[in-house]
Nanobody, 123 residues
Framework: QVQLVESGGGLVQAGGSLRLSCAVS????????MGWFRQAPGKEREFVAF????????YYADSVKGRFTISRDNAKNTVYLQMNSLKPEDTAIYFC????????????????WGQGTQVTVSS
């Protein structure tokens, strides 16, 4: 079993920055590629960013490309999401997820999930 715990969410003004963290335990962290997703009220969970097991490749949703950066520290069993130039439409609960396979944008393909952390961007 793999446990994921997100942190770092909060309230920020438009144009501001936040860094989310996701601590992973239970199995070798480097065995899993990682994704970040978000879910706004009344909307479906959507893909935000993905990073391969080694951290050598990353992928982003068009809506966050150039503003968000996903990274991982395999020595600390942690994946990060640096969010800059935040917009009110970025407001959502942000989830990290682990996948044993290749890159996927469908949340149903992921094996393990954290509980989420709220990000609120005020205008």
């Amino acid at each position: 079993q793999v446990q994921l715990v997100e942190s770092g969410g909060g309230l920020v003004q438009a144009g501001g920055s936040l860094r989310l963290s996701c601590a992973v335990s239970g199995r070798p962290f480097s065995s899993y590629a990682m994704g970040w997703f978000r879910q706004a009220p009344g909307k479906e969970r959507e893909f935000v960013a993905f990073i391969t097991r080694s951290g050598g490749s990353t992928y982003y949703a068009d809506s966050v490309k150039g503003r968000f950066t996903i990274s991982r520290d395999n020595a600390k069993n942690t994946v990060y999401l640096q969010m800059n130039s935040l917009k009110p439409e970025d407001t959502a609960i942000y989830f990290c997820a682990a996948i044993a396979g290749p890159m996927k944008i469908n949340p149903h393909e992921y094996d393990y999930w954290g509980q989420g952390t709220q990000v609120t961007v005020s205008s």
